[in-house]
């Protein structure tokens, strides 16, 4: 009888030669998506609870999807929570500047409706 | 009886303060816009038919509409061209940098996939 081997929770992620333009552009063209990203960039490896959006649960983690598939985020299991941290250094060595100009435009535009 | 007044064929753009990051992003994040997008940051004023879009002519109004609506472009009829072009000083000054960055992203893609 062959052994068993512990069942792994691992996620799908694209590597950095598939990550696309379009689709980080897609993955960043949401409210809630754009939270999570900058909510990311200053916390570091953040559960999906942390992140406090308006959103149904299912909704969430929708949004943790697509930024996952899109190569925005990594996501990993650590015990039974799902851990998130942004993707920076590859988005960095693939498209440089991006990330922080989008990051700067929603801080500032976050700035300007309160 | 009274006098007719000429009729205006204009198209509804977005003011500056309308123009959200989100929507903006959404509009970048198709090939095809992306391409009308380096085309008309290379060449300036440029009507729809100058593009060589790989697609319908109704998917094409429809990349340049979302564009229009998004407030990346601007659209104006001259005689019976509809021109386009790129709403740069706008886009600058609501999200610095972020156009660069994104058409340098672009042309990077661009160069390694030739």
């Known amino acids: 009888m ?8 691992t996620l799908d992620h694209p ?3 598939e990550i696309r333009l379009e689709g980080v552009l897609h993955a ?7 939270q999570v990203v900058h909510y990311l960039a200053g916390a570091g490896e953040s559960s999906c609870s942390a992140i406090d959006l308006a ?3 299912s909704t969430s983690t929708h949004h943790f999807r697509v930024l ?3 190569g925005v985020i990594r996501q990993v299991y650590r015990g039974t929570a799902k851990m998130n941290r942004l993707r920076r250094e590859d988005l960095d060595a693939l498209f440089p500047g991006l990330l ?3 990051l700067r435009a929603y801080e500032t535009r976050c700035v300007q409706r309160t």
């Open 2 to 9: 062959p052994s068993t081997t512990p069942q792994l929770r």
């Open 68 to 70: 996952r598939e899109a």
């Open 100 to 102: 922080d100009c989008v």
């Open 15 to 17: 590597d950095r030669a």
């Open 28 to 34: 960043l063209s949401d409210p809630a998506r754009l």
């Open 55 to 57: 959103v149904s649960k």
